[in-house]
């Protein structure tokens, strides 16, 4: 699905991260020295404060840790899904990413909910993870 919203400019540290998920693959860093798995992207291990840092695959499950809607329009292209919700999804793997759901119904979104990372095409060249319900 192609959508017409804004393509997110790409900071330098998340260049692995969008390079991993247009292969359709959602990636967090990881601590070279200890292992610790850390999203967002930064150049400190806040567990051993090594500043060696590999990306690695994560399965893309996990749960909603919290959420609020939006209810404000940021952006014109953003008008007609007013409200939506932003969501932090906890992964199996520990880390949490802030994100957006997709396909989920407004009675349908709780803490807890088990959901499933889904790509979003958001140009050419730009595919953005999201999450979305697990029905499975
Ligand atoms: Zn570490």
């Excluded at 930064?42 to 909603?64: D, F, K």
Aim: aromatic fraction near 10%; charged fraction near 25%.
């Amino acid at each position: 699905m192609m959508s017409d919203k804004i393509i997110p400019t790409i900071p330098p540290e998340l260049e692995p991260f969008f390079a991993a998920a247009k292969e359709g693959r959602l990636e967090v860093q990881r601590c070279v020295s200890c292992g610790t798995l850390r999203f967002p992207a930064r150049s400190l291990c806040a567990t051993c404060l090594s500043t060696q840092s590999e990306w690695t695959p994560v399965s893309g499950r996990g749960e909603v840790y919290s959420f609020f809607w939006m209810h404000q329009v940021y952006h014109p292209a953003f008008a007609a899904e007013v409200p939506y919700a932003v969501v932090v999804v906890q992964l199996e793997e520990g880390p949490r990413l802030t994100t957006n759901i997709l396909d989920c119904a407004k009675d349908e979104l709780r803490v807890g909910l088990p959901v499933e990372v889904t790509f979003e095409e958001r140009g050419p060249d730009v595919r953005l993870p999201q999450f979305r319900p697990r029905r499975a």
